[in-house]
């Protein structure tokens, strides 16, 4: 039987251990963070490692725990973390499922309504260079590890609201950079139209900085509420496309391979 070793921290990663856990898969999940852990199902059939490692220590980590498959089902923009877990698998000389989170699928009616709304970059380099020459505020929802990127961007203490996850190390690296107070937004998501609409308003925000990360990262909720509200949704795309598995075809595959 495979032991199995999910590289979590998305909602892909929680049911994918929740599922294969109640197959009766023998696991070991790893996240970055205990607020990772959080998140996660309590395991029957194994164990949760909590720590960022680099690729060498991953390589390591699978050894040490004879793990047989492994499945990536960081976020879609962890792209430095896909990368050190596809060196790790080589190096210990074990299989690796991608497991990919789909792209919004745009009916002709959102195409309509949303499309004339999003304005697209290719990082959040860019991104922040197009907002330097802008007024107004901004709800920058494309996480912690990116802020550092707009701090550039004139007035950033005044206008930037950053909406990132309630966790404490995530909260202080937000005012090491200079935001305090009601700037910092500590909320998990994904968030619905309304709520979307309620904090733009609340903020007076002219703009929100989204990464495209799909249903499971609440996208389309983003660009409807900007939408509604007549501001644009600024969208850092992924950096290219993928090979992999969506959700749906890890666990058909498995259940497979298991023989369930």
Request: hydrophobic residues 40%.
């Amino acid at each position: 039987m495979d032991r199995i070793g999910i590289f979590a921290g998305t909602t892909e990663g929680r049911i994918l251990a929740e599922r294969l856990d109640d197959m009766g898969a023998s696991l070991v999940v790893s996240v970055a963070t205990h607020y990772g852990k959080e998140a996660l199902p309590k395991l029957k059939n194994g164990f949760i490692h909590i720590g960022r490692m680099d690729g060498k220590e991953m390589a390591g980590f699978l050894k040490m725990h004879q793990i047989t498959l492994a499945i990536d089902a960081t976020h879609p923009f962890a792209r430095d973390a896909t990368r050190q877990i596809e060196l790790a698998c080589k190096e210990a000389g074990i299989r690796r499922i991608r497991c990919l989170r789909g792209k919004e699928i745009w009916t002709q009616e959102e195409k309509k309504e949303l499309f004339p709304w999003i304005r697209r970059f290719s990082d959040a380099r860019q991104t922040a260079q197009w907002l330097e020459r802008r007024e107004g505020n901004i709800l920058l929802t494309t996480g912690s590890k990116e802020l550092a990127t707009f701090r550039e961007i004139p007035e950033f203490e005044n206008r930037v609201y950053a909406r990132v996850l309630p966790d404490p190390k995530v909260l202080e690296s937000c005012r090491k950079l200079g935001l305090k107070g009601r700037h910092i937004i500590g909320a998990q998501g994904p968030f619905s139209v309304m709520m979307n609409q309620a904090m733009l308003r609340e903020y007076d925000c002219r703009f929100l900085v989204t990464k495209d990360s799909g249903k499971e990262g609440g996208f389309l909720e983003k660009v409807k509420a900007t939408a509604r509200m007549g501001i644009p949704a600024l969208v850092i795309d992924r950096e290219a496309e993928e090979t992999g598995m969506t959700l749906d075809e890890v666990i058909n595959w498995y259940e497979k391979r298991a023989g369930k």
